[in-house]
């Protein structure tokens, strides 16, 4: 069994920067794709960031693209993600996502099997 447990939220100001940790422990052993998405109130939860087994390559939401950055250290089995220049309409529940076996780039809900808890980034105005 995988646990995944998300680290590093907060309130920030609008323009200010905040750093995730996503932590893996359980049955990691296999090579797995990670992923961070968000949900904010009465809105789906999408895609933020995603990163393949290698870290060599990422995909990242338009809404982020060039202000959030992803990243892992598979020694330390732990995901981060930091988040410069941060918006308001930034903020949502960030969850981190683990699909287990695969070396591929995994950007769908739909495609993993392990979540964890969430970690709530509110930037104010």
């Known amino acids: 069994q995988v646990q995944l447990v998300e680290s590093g939220g907060g309130l920030v100001q609008a323009g200010g920067s905040l750093r995730l940790s996503c932590a893996a422990s359980g049955r990691t052993y296999n090579k797995y794709a990670m992923a961070w998405f968000r949900q904010a109130p009465g809105k789906e939860r999408d895609i933020v960031a995603a990163?393949?087994?290698?870290?060599?390559?990422?995909y990242y939401a338009a809404s982020v693209k060039g202000r959030f950055t992803i990243s892992r250290d598979n020694a330390k089995n732990t995901m981060y993600l930091q988040m410069n220049s941060l918006e308001p309409e930034d903020t949502a529940v960030y969850y981190c996502?683990?699909?287990?076996?695969?070396?591929?780039?995994?950007?769908?809900?739909?495609?993993?099997?392990?979540w964890g808890q969430g970690t709530q980034v509110t930037v104010s105005s």
């Open positions: 990163i393949n087994w290698s870290g060599g390559r990422t």
């Open positions: 996502a683990l699909e287990e076996s695969t070396m591929n780039l995994l950007t769908l809900a739909r495609q993993y099997d392990h």
